[in-house]
């Protein structure tokens, strides 16, 4: 019966991503009426978050008690992320929401990774010996030292155990470490987050289909508190 409780939980922490799609198609069109509505919606599932990394790991054994000391590390930076985005659409203050959005993505994205959530994950796999035949003009992206990817590109990975997958870049650090966030493009149902050097990251060129949150069906600020109640009753039940 735990177990499948568990699977009920982990199935429900895996829809917070289409909230956080539906976030970055808002933010990234900039409807600041509608991403104002995101931060009071994904409070709401601290308790979700709780009761997961209690139950999944319960024990006193020290691999138990270092899980719930790390998933709950990554809850809070979750969480303090969010705050920052609340604020930063308080000032329309775009850069800084974006780079507190792609925080939010990362650490909500690491707490699925430890916390065993993932519908598949493989750390081993590089990419890298596939593109080996392939000469990188066979791949069409701008020079990303002459012409680097911004935030809203769709992008490919040219360098690094990535490489060749594609997605898009939803975060740029202002720190000078010149590290970015990737979005990959799905598999198997999940989108990795990952923070790599602007260098490995090159613009797509030519046509190219939009990224899938723009594919969401839009909505208003009615459906938005329409959604906040409904996940009060999720919540609850």
């Not at 931060?39 to 601290?46: A, D, I, K, Y």
């Not at 974006?98 to 598949?120: E, F, K």
């Given at each position: 019966?735990?177990?499948?409780?568990?699977?009920?939980?982990?199935?429900?922490?895996?829809?917070?991503?289409?909230?956080?799609?539906?976030?970055?198609?808002?933010?990234?069109?900039?409807?600041?009426?509608l991403?104002?509505t995101?931060?009071?919606?994904?409070?709401?599932?601290?308790p979700?978050?709780?009761?997961?990394?209690?139950?999944?790991?319960?024990?006193?054994?020290?691999?138990?008690?270092?899980l719930?000391?790390?998933?709950?590390?990554?809850?809070?930076?979750?969480f303090?992320?969010?705050?920052?985005?609340?604020?930063?659409?308080?000032?329309?203050a775009?850069?800084?929401?974006?780079?507190?959005?792609?925080?939010?993505?990362?650490?909500?994205?690491?707490?699925?990774?430890?916390?065993?959530?993932?519908?598949?994950?493989?750390?081993?796999?590089?990419n890298?010996?596939?593109?080996?035949?392939?000469?990188?003009?066979?791949?069409?992206?701008?020079?990303?030292?002459?012409?680097?990817?911004?935030?809203?590109?769709l992008?490919?990975?040219?360098?690094?155990?990535?490489?060749?997958?594609?997605?898009?870049?939803?975060?740029?650090?202002?720190?000078?470490?010149?590290?970015?966030?990737?979005?990959?493009?799905?598999?198997?149902?999940?989108?990795?987050?990952?923070?790599?050097?602007?260098v490995?990251?090159?613009?797509?060129?030519g046509?190219?289909l939009?990224?899938?949150?723009f594919?969401?069906p839009?909505?208003?600020?009615?459906?938005?508190?329409?959604?906040?109640?409904?996940?009060?009753?999720?919540?609850?039940?």
């Open positions: 019966a735990n177990q499948k409780r568990i699977g009920g939980l982990s199935s429900k922490i895996r829809s917070i991503g289409f909230v956080m799609d539906e976030l970055q198609r808002d933010l990234m069109q900039e409807r600041w009426d991403v104002e995101y931060p009071p919606q994904l409070r709401s599932f601290v979700l978050f709780t009761t997961y990394t209690d139950s999944a790991f319960p024990s006193e054994l020290p691999t138990d008690k270092g719930r000391v790390a998933l709950r590390y990554e809850v809070g930076r979750f303090a992320s969010l705050e920052r985005l609340r604020q930063a659409t308080a000032r329309r775009l850069s800084e929401a974006y780079v507190a959005y792609a925080d939010m993505s990362l650490h909500y994205d690491r707490y699925m990774r430890v916390g065993g959530i993932y519908t598949y994950y493989d750390d081993s796999i590089s890298e010996p596939y593109f080996k035949g392939i000469t990188d003009d066979a791949l069409v992206y701008s020079d990303p030292t002459k012409d680097p990817a911004e935030v809203r590109d992008i490919i990975m040219v360098k690094g155990p990535d490489k060749g997958k594609t997605g898009i870049l939803i975060g740029i650090y202002p720190d000078g470490s010149n590290n970015c966030v990737v979005k990959l493009d799905r598999i198997k149902g999940m989108r990795q987050i990952l923070v790599v050097p602007r490995w990251v090159g613009k797509r060129l046509e190219q939009p990224d899938e949150v594919l969401i839009k909505k208003t600020v009615n459906d938005c508190e329409d959604k906040k109640s409904s996940h009060h009753q999720i919540k609850e039940s």
